[in-house]
């Protein structure tokens, strides 16, 4: 096996919960991803008004779990959380819940084409602008032919 030099930071992981149904021994997976939420800055309501006053801050982002079944989605704040809402549905002695993770060099491999494109695109269109800028100054700074 040949060593990986990929910094964990740059690492994607597949998350899921299995369960296993303890009656049949049947197993499910359940996908699972961790989003973060943030509020966007937006002008504050007071200062639209005209009012000195600032606005109260604005709330922290908030990281969450959210595991996808059929018929229902799940949002916890963490493990635990998870843990416990899962369990309403899923009673122990009936079901054994595990959360899984593994990592996932194809979306790693998707991720850094997607980037590599992205940067192409974003340096042709930065190298179209400056060509552009350039030919407008020279057009108005040209001698005008008699």
Same mark, same amino acid.
């Given at each position: 096996m040949q060593k990986d030099d990929t910094p964990i930071?740059? %690492?994607?992981?597949?998350?899921?919960v299995e369960l296993?149904?303890?009656?049949?021994?049947?197993?499910r997976e359940l996908p699972a991803k961790v989003v973060q939420r943030?509020?966007?800055?937006?002008?504050?309501?007071?200062?639209?008004?005209g009012e000195t006053e600032p606005d109260p801050p604005e709330r922290p982002s908030e990281i969450r779990i959210v595991v996808q079944d059929i018929d229902r989605t799940w949002e916890a704040l963490d493990k635990d959380d998870l843990s416990r809402q899962l369990r309403e549905r899923?009673?122990?002695g009936v079901f054994e819940r595990s959360l899984k993770c593994q990592r996932?060099?194809?979306?790693?491999?998707?991720h850094w084409?997607?980037?590599?494109?992205?940067i192409r695109?974003?340096?042709?269109?930065?190298v179209r602008r400056m060509l552009a800028?350039? =030919?407008?100054? %020279?057009? %108005?700074? =040209?001698p005008v032919p008699d």
């Amino acid at each position: 096996m040949q060593k990986d030099d990929t910094p964990i930071d740059r %690492q994607i992981f597949r998350y899921w919960v299995e369960l296993r149904d303890l009656r049949d021994r049947s197993v499910r997976e359940l996908p699972a991803k961790v989003v973060q939420r943030i509020l966007l800055a937006t002008k504050g309501k007071r200062e639209r008004r005209g009012e000195t006053e600032p606005d109260p801050p604005e709330r922290p982002s908030e990281i969450r779990i959210v595991v996808q079944d059929i018929d229902r989605t799940w949002e916890a704040l963490d493990k635990d959380d998870l843990s416990r809402q899962l369990r309403e549905r899923y009673a122990d002695g009936v079901f054994e819940r595990s959360l899984k993770c593994q990592r996932d060099p194809e979306a790693e491999e998707r991720h850094w084409a997607a980037t590599k494109e992205l940067i192409r695109i974003i340096a042709r269109a930065t190298v179209r602008r400056m060509l552009a800028e350039e =030919a407008a100054k %020279q057009t %108005q700074g =040209a001698p005008v032919p008699d």
